[in-house]
C-alpha cells in the first residue's frame, strides 16, 4: 500500500512559479514510477509528467514541456513538480501518482497506468 501526499499548490500571477511535492509513504517508492496529473474544473484529468523509478527517464506533456520539470529524491520519498513560467491554462487541481510496478523502464502517460493517487492540491494562475 502506497499513501500519497501533495503540497505547495495555491494562487500565483501568470508568468510565476510553484514547486508541486508529493510526500510517499512505504519502503519501495524509489522503485515506483511516479506520475503527475491535473483535472480543470468540469474535464478530465490528464497527463503531466512522469518519471522513473531512477530518475534517469522522464516524459511530459506538449504543453507543459520546456516550463516544468520533474524530480524526485527517493531518499527522502518525495517527488516533485517544478512549475515555471505559469499561464491561467494551467489551473486545475495537481494530482499525485504511484505506478506499483517495480522498475518500470519507461514512464507511463495514462491514468491507467497508475494504481496509487493522492487527494491533489489545487493550483490557480491568475491573468
Known amino acids: 500500500q502506497v499513501q500519497l501526499v501533495e503540497s505547495g499548490g495555491g494562487l500565483v500571477q501568470a508568468g510565476g512559479s510553484l514547486r508541486l511535492s508529493c510526500a510517499a509513504s512505504?519502503?519501495?517508492?524509489?522503485?515506483?514510477?511516479m506520475g503527475w496529473f491535473r483535472q480543470p474544473p468540469g474535464k478530465e484529468r490528464d497527463f503531466v509528467a512522469a518519471i522513473s523509478w531512477s530518475g534517469r527517464r522522464t516524459r511530459y506533456a506538449d504543453s507543459v514541456k520546456g516550463r516544468f520539470t520533474i524530480s524526485r529524491d527517493n531518499a527522502k520519498n518525495t517527488v516533485y513538480l517544478q512549475m515555471n513560467s505559469l499561464k491561467p491554462e494551467d489551473s486545475a487541481v495537481y494530482y499525485c501518482?504511484?505506478?506499483?510496478?517495480?522498475?518500470?523502464?519507461?514512464?507511463?502517460?495514462?491514468?491507467?497506468?497508475?494504481?496509487?493517487w493522492g487527494q491533489g492540491t489545487q493550483v490557480t494562475v491568475s491573468s
Open positions: 501518482a504511484a505506478d506499483p510496478t517495480d522498475y518500470r523502464s519507461s514512464p507511463g502517460a495514462y491514468n491507467s497506468d497508475y494504481h496509487y
Open positions: 512505504g519502503r519501495t517508492f524509489s522503485t515506483y514510477a
